[in-house]
Antibody
């Protein structure tokens, strides 16, 4: 059974940093690209970032480019999102999602339960 | 304003057939696969349709997807109360080099 468990969310002040983690199990992690997708409370889905199976290709939404960094550790079956210079508009549930292929220009087939990031003073 | 356009709401009675549309452009739906996700209240999104018209195992055949030109649609036949949820379409956008989502359609089963 595919399992994706996010952690690292919480309350953070504007301008500060936070690092999200996603622990993956139940599939061959190093054979799948991964996404981070977020959803502000009561709003729709927004793609944040994607990374290919071997970290060879990486992409970001314009709204987070230059502030967020995606990475993965295939030896640890883990995905990360380093979020710097956080803003109030980054407040959202952040979902880790497995991609149905090796490259992140394909869609997600499994999602974690999400972790809430609240940016507020 | 979402890059992909969905109606904000849809409704139907049990047993009816409902269709949810998703309109895009040549850089997204027109040249790439469409994915559909179902999000039940308080839960994470779940894959409903991949590569425009492929149903994952476990998804009932009451759900079907199609794509034509720069638009796609999700059809739900034999509507059931448990289908009440938010539905999102998504596609890769070649111009943006990123994923774009529709704004979501809230389906109500009357």
């Amino acid at each position: 059974e595919v399992q994706l468990v996010e952690s690292g969310g919480g309350l953070v002040q504007p301008g500060r940093s936070l690092r999200l983690s996603c622990a993956a199990s139940g599939f061959t992690f190093d054979d799948s690209a991964m996404h981070w997708v977020r959803q502000a409370p009561g709003k729709g889905l927004e793609w944040v970032s994607g990374i290919s199976y071997n970290s060879g290709t990486i992409g970001y939404a314009d709204s987070v480019k230059g502030r967020f960094t995606i990475s993965r550790d295939n030896a640890k079956n883990s995905l990360y999102l380093q979020m710097n210079s956080l803003r109030a508009e980054d407040t959202a549930f952040y979902y880790c999602a497995k991609v149905e292929a090796r490259e992140y220009n394909f869609g997600s087939d499994y999602w974690g339960q999400g972790t809430l990031v609240t940016v507020s003073s | 304003q979402s890059v992909l356009t969905q109606p904000p709401s849809a409704s139907g009675t049990p047993g009816q057939r409902v269709t949810i549309s998703c309109s895009g452009s040549s850089s997204n739906i027109g040249s790439n696969f469409v994915y559909w996700y179902q999000q039940l209240p308080g839960t994470a999104p779940k894959l409903l349709m991949y590569r425009s018209n492929q149903r994952p195992s476990g998804v009932p055949d009451r759900f079907s997807g199609s794509k034509s030109g720069t638009s796609a649609s999700l059809a739900i036949s034999g509507l059931r109360s448990e289908d009440e949820a938010d539905y999102y379409c998504a596609a890769w956008d070649d111009s943006l080099s990123g994923w774009v989502f529709g704004g979501g359609t809230k389906l109500t089963v009357l």
